[in-house]
């Protein structure tokens, strides 16, 4: 099974600030790489699509880069509803995984 | 309006059955493919089932042989037959069109005795 990693586990940061967050895959993805921003009890919402490509709706705020088996989710400037859980999640090789989540919290 | 509502969930013996229902509105439920999320209390997402457009299946194999995803064309209906459930089948089940462009509500299984 294709394995993600997340890091950091948690970024503190401000709003205003920038947020960059990192997925590293155990093989090769290519661009199969997606991100998803997840609030409590709430399903997870689509950011990125294909490692770069924003979903519809999605503030421009929002950016993800990377193939193969690095990738990174950046958000330019962190607006108060964008603290939250991020995962990566691939769709390279089934099973289609996600990593163990980013929580991006209020410093 | 184009969404997914689960319906289904509920509180189940261990080694019970319980079927999961998502409807579909807003465009058709064999237009692309469909899959099973699920997420236990507290824990990360696990990609459980796809159907394709062609109808063929993938499962993780931790449900491989117990569920059996499949779709209703004429109700426009995503479903999950769950048999033999387990303790660590506990979770929010949400269904998602294609890549997870779209979710729904989600609907809480738990398996405890």
């Known amino acids: 099974e294709l394995v993600l990693t997340q890091s950091p586990a948690t970024l503190s940061l401000s709003p205003g600030e920038r947020a960059t967050l990192s997925c590293r895959a155990s093989q090769s993805v290519s661009r199969y790489l997606a991100w998803y921003q997840q609030k409590p009890g709430q399903a997870p919402r689509l950011l990125i699509y294909d490692a770069s490509s924003r979903a519809t709706g999605i503030p421009a705020r929002f950016s993800g880069s990377g193939s193969g088996t690095d990738f990174t989710l950046t958000i330019s400037s962190l607006e108060p509803e964008d603290f939250a859980v991020y995962y990566c999640q691939q769709r390279s090789n089934w099973p289609w995984t996600f990593g163990p989540g980013t929580k991006v919290d209020i410093k | 309006e184009v969404q997914l509502v689960e319906t289904g969930g509920g509180l189940i013996q261990p080694g019970g059955s319980l079927r999961l229902s998502c409807a579909v509105s807003?465009?058709?439920?064999?237009?692309?493919?469909m899959s099973w999320v699920r997420q236990a209390p507290g824990k990360g997402l696990e990609w459980v089932s796809v159907i394709y457009r062609g109808g063929s299946t993938d499962y993780a194999d931790s449900v491989k042989g117990r569920f059996t995803i499949s779709r209703d064309n004429s109700k426009n209906t995503l479903y999950l037959q769950m048999n033999s459930l387990r303790a660590e089948d506990t979770a929010v089940y949400y269904c998602?069109?294609?890549?997870?462009?779209?979710w729904g509500q989600g609907t809480l299984v738990t398996v405890s005795s």
């Open positions: 807003g465009f058709t439920v064999s237009s692309d493919y």
């Open positions: 998602a069109k294609d890549s997870g462009s779209l």
